[in-house]
């Protein structure tokens, strides 16, 4: 009989962590979670999340902050993790002009937590998550994961830039196979109430107008989670070698790969809220204003890697995510006054 694999997951009472955790114990593993369930947004939610989680067999919760050293060792130490997937961090652009040191916390000294456990305790696979903002000013569309990504535009994508490196040298110092997946805009049931769709849905079923930046000129990737965690759970199974190739992001020096996981085919931000008014049946009063310090005009990712390495591309369409989206949102907050915008 073989072993059940133990995966750590950080963030686990976050928006994709929640969601990786919950298909992760459904095909079998055991999922170890580790969050802080820090007041970055509303801890409710969190912890509603993280309800559906608990109970489940084969799931443990930790409730710690990757920035604890300690913690972490222990964590690592009493559960002996097969697989890392590491998504606890600070998000967010715009909060990242205000509270930079949160970033440096988290993302940097809480990543080089996670990678000292795999490195000490020496997990098969280590897999990161960055983002689609680290390809920052880059202008050539799709972008591809052998790109250089040298012009971050924002502090928060500047840290996930600076763990792709951090990462690099563990996986080349310590034989670690790591792969870091950069996110493209990744929305669904449950996501963060600082993002778009909650902002957007809560405005519009209450009757409060929404902030259109960039006059409206914006395109955005959006992924839909369920195919978000898909692809990674289909990472898992394909640890990286440190033999580079053509068409590949391995590295020829470490067991080191970068995955794009989007849906490839970017989406007009006015059709993005086109499918929220077609989905609550209520048109939006629309504010343009100009784009926001940090934000770029487009991403799109080119995810034929993804593709090539696990048979799988994300595919779900704007309406179908968006409409799920708004029946989940019309569930977990019933009452006009709970929808309101934080």
């Keep these: 009989m073989s072993k059940t694999r133990t995966v ?43 309800a559906q989680l608990t109970g489940q ?28 997937v590491h998504l606890a961090g600070q998000a967010g ?26 490195r000490e305790f020496g997990v098969e696979h280590l897999l990161m998550a960055s983002t689609s903002s680290v390809y920052g000013a880059n202008r050539e569309m799709p972008y591809r994961e052998t790109d250089k990504v040298d012009t971050q535009m ?35 049931p449950w996501g963060r109430p600082d993002m778009a769709p909650y902002l957007f849905t809560s405005a519009i079923l209450v009757g409060e107008p929404i902030k259109v930046f960039n006059h409206g000129n914006m395109q955005r990737d959006f992924t839909y989670v369920a195919d978000l965690v898909e692809g990674i759970r289909l990472l898992l199974d394909v640890p990286p070698t440190s033999k580079g190739k053509d068409g590949d992001s391995l590295s020829p020096v470490a067991p080191y790969r970068i995955v794009n ?20 049946g209520k048109l939006a009063e629309k504010v343009f204003m100009d784009i926001q310090p940090g934000d770029v005009p487009v991403t799109w990712a080119d995810a034929s890697l993804l593709q ?33 915008p934080k």
């Design 308 to 340: 090539r390495l696990t048979g799988y591309r994300p595919a779900t369409d704007i309406q179908t995510g968006v409409a799920a989206y708004v029946d989940w949102f019309k569930s977990y907050y019933p009452s006009v006054e709970e929808a309101r």
């Design 154 to 188: 924002s502090f928060y994508a500047a840290t996930k830039k600076a763990n792709e490196a951090m990462a690099h040298s563990y996986a080349h110092l310590h034989n670690i196979p790591t792969t870091m997946f950069r996110f493209f805009t990744v929305y669904g």
């Design 8 to 50: 750590l997951v950080t963030g686990s009472a976050g928006f994709i962590g929640f969601w990786l955790s919950r298909l992760l114990l459904e095909r079998g593993f055991k999922v170890v979670g580790l969050d802080s369930l820090s007041s970055y947004y509303d801890v409710g939610l969190k912890e509603a999340r993280l």
């Design 57 to 84: 067999r084969g799931f443990t919760q930790y409730h710690a902050k990757v920035e604890d050293a300690d913690a972490v060792r222990r964590v690592f130490e009493d559960h002996q993790p097969d697989v890392v």
């Design 261 to 280: 996981i989007g849906n490839s085919e970017p989406v007009k931000l006015l059709d993005f809220i086109e499918a929220i008014e077609t989905a609550t």
């Design 93 to 118: 652009v715009r909060h990242s002009l205000k509270s930079p040191r949160d970033y440096v916390d988290a993302n940097l000294v809480g990543s080089f937590n996670i990678m000292e456990g795999a």
